[in-house]
T-cell receptor, first 114, second 113 residues
Framework: NAGVTQTPKFQVLKTGQSMTLQCAQD?????MSWYRQDPGMGLRLIHYSVGAGITDQGEVPNGYNVSRSTTEDFPLRLLSAAPSQTSVYFCASSYSSSGQETQYFGPGTRLLVL | GIQVEQSPPDLILQEGANSTLRCNFS?????LQWFHQNPWGQLINLFYIPSGTKQNGRLSATTVATERYSLLYISSSQTTDSGVYFC???????????????FGTGTRLQVTL
């Protein structure tokens, strides 16, 4: 299994540009999430999904859209990039089995907005 | 939402030393996990431990849910243990929001020779 994969690894955008961060998992996990990590802070939840066709907002959803058309993919769209969105973005997937839930993270996408 | 606080924020150890990292949370939880972020940024799950004690090699974790804290023990530390350790928790008693974890700000550990 490849686990959780993210593309691109690094991206530079100009203010106002839009882009999509890709996330895919091959573990058939029902739950997927997007987090951002800023210096000196923990990870903050942007959006999450509990299954195909079902998404919901996390702690910091403004400026981001998500969709979940398949179990495997969970793309994150930046509608109009702003310097405040400069961050490292992590995608995660998890499953619930026998009362255990464990999150698996992708390698991250480092985004710089000029 | 739930508040998650970790201490200490920074820790420097000599190789071979033991350490205890603490995570306090403000509400009842049904999901508590510990993660290690290595110096290259990769996040690895260490433990799923909403209550009780687990051990994995030199690492062990204990969560006392009634007192709202969790401890991560690292014994005989090695330089490869360096990085940031995060605690993450989800409030409540229901499933269905399995992805909605709240993270602490982490403990940065440096293990020196």
């Amino acid at each position: 299994n490849a686990g959780v994969t993210q593309t691109p690894k690094f991206q530079v955008l100009k203010t106002g540009q839009s882009m999509t961060l890709q996330c895919a998992q091959d573990m058939n996990h029902e739950y997927m999430s997007w987090y951002r990590q800023d210096p000196g802070m923990g990870l903050r939840l942007i959006h999450y999904s509990v299954g195909a066709g079902i998404t919901d907002q996390g702690e910091v959803p403004n400026g981001y859209n998500v969709s979940r058309s398949t179990t495997e993919d969970f793309p994150l769209r930046l509608l109009s990039a702003a310097p405040s969105q400069t961050s490292v973005y992590f995608c995660a997937s998890s499953y619930s089995s026998s009362g255990q839930e464990t999150q698996y993270f992708g390698p991250g996408t480092r985004l710089l907005v000029l | 939402g739930i508040q998650v606080e970790q201490s200490p924020p920074d820790l420097i150890l000599q190789e071979g030393a033991n350490s205890t990292l603490r995570c306090n949370f403000s509400d009842s939880v049904n999901n508590l996990q510990w993660f290690h972020q290595n110096p290259w940024g990769q996040l690895i799950n260490l433990f799923y431990i909403p209550s009780g004690t687990k051990q994995n090699g030199r690492l062990s974790a204990t969560t006392v849910a009634t007192e709202r804290y969790s401890l991560l023990y690292i014994s005989s530390s090695q330089t490869t243990d360096s990085g940031v350790y995060f605690c993450a928790a989800r409030r409540g008693f229901n499933t269905g929001t399995a992805s909605k974890l709240t993270f602490g700000t982490g403990t940065r550990l440096q293990v020196t020779l």
